[in-house]
């Protein structure tokens, strides 16, 4: 089991910044993907971003130059530069590996035009 707690959501104008955070515990594998998704109201949840424990990033085309994923053990931080009202959704931390897939609670991003 893998237990995982986000932080870091809220208002924030367009062009402004957040960062969240996403916390794991449990029994963690060495070898693992961690990622934030996104489902904005009416919409199917997306993968925003992931990052293996090898490190290797992938991102939705839409964020590509203003979020960044980074790790550090079994944290995973997302920081969203330049948002915009799209990016408005409630975002999930996801941990996967090949014995787990487990979600977070979920953190609400709003950002106001």
Not at 61 to 67: A, E
Not at 75 to 103: G, H, I
């Given at each position: ?92 931390c ?5 014995y ?14």
């Amino acid at each position: 089991q893998v237990q995982l707690v986000e932080s870091g959501g809220g208002v924030v104008q367009a062009g402004g910044s957040l960062r969240l955070s996403c916390a794991a515990s449990g029994t963690i594998s060495s070898t693992n993907v961690m990622g934030w998704y996104r489902q904005a109201p009416g919409k199917q949840r997306e993968l925003v971003a992931s990052i293996t424990s090898g490190g290797s990033t992938t991102y939705v085309d839409s964020v590509k130059g203003r979020f960044t994923i980074s790790r550090d053990n079994a944290n995973v931080y997302l920081q969203m530069n330049s948002l915009k009202p799209e990016d408005t959704a409630v975002y999930y931390c996801n941990f996967r590996s090949s014995y787990a897939n487990s979600w977070g609670q979920g953190t609400q991003v709003t950002v106001s035009s």
